[in-house]
């Protein structure tokens, strides 16, 4: 099993937070702890409960993965815009590129091995 690292969490909160153009103050109270609790989080120098991880992953709004182990799975939106074309959604053949780049991403984030 996989040990989390509190560092790596931390600066993955810290690079969410600084592409929203966030400091440290904003985010802390979007999700109601102290500015000095999330100082410590961003540095890995404490832990946070689940619901303050919770609140910190919908405040950034991203998930616990890219949160914990730097994975990062596209979204909905993400395959729909590299299908280039509102025209197609209506299609079958939309419903099932779709559902074959979700199978994609969910392979690729898996850590196990293809057989």
Not at 80 to 106: F, N, P
Request: net charge positive; glycine share 6%.
């Amino acid at each position: 099993m996989q040990e989390l690292d509190y560092e790596k969490i931390g600066s993955r909160i810290r690079q969410i937070r600084k592409a929203k153009g966030w400091s440290q103050e904003m985010l802390a109270k979007k999700c109601g702890i102290s500015l000095n609790f999330v100082s410590h989080i961003e540095r890995g120098t404490r832990k946070m409960s689940i619901d303050t991880f919770a609140n910190i992953c919908r405040e950034l709004e991203t998930n616990a993965d890219t949160l914990l182990w730097g994975i990062t799975l596209p979204s909905e939106e993400q395959l729909c815009s590299m299908w280039q074309g509102t025209d197609h959604k209506k299609d079958d053949s939309y419903s099932m590129y779709l559902r074959i780049m979700k199978s994609v991403a969910d392979i690729m984030s898996s850590k196990q091995p293809l057989i």
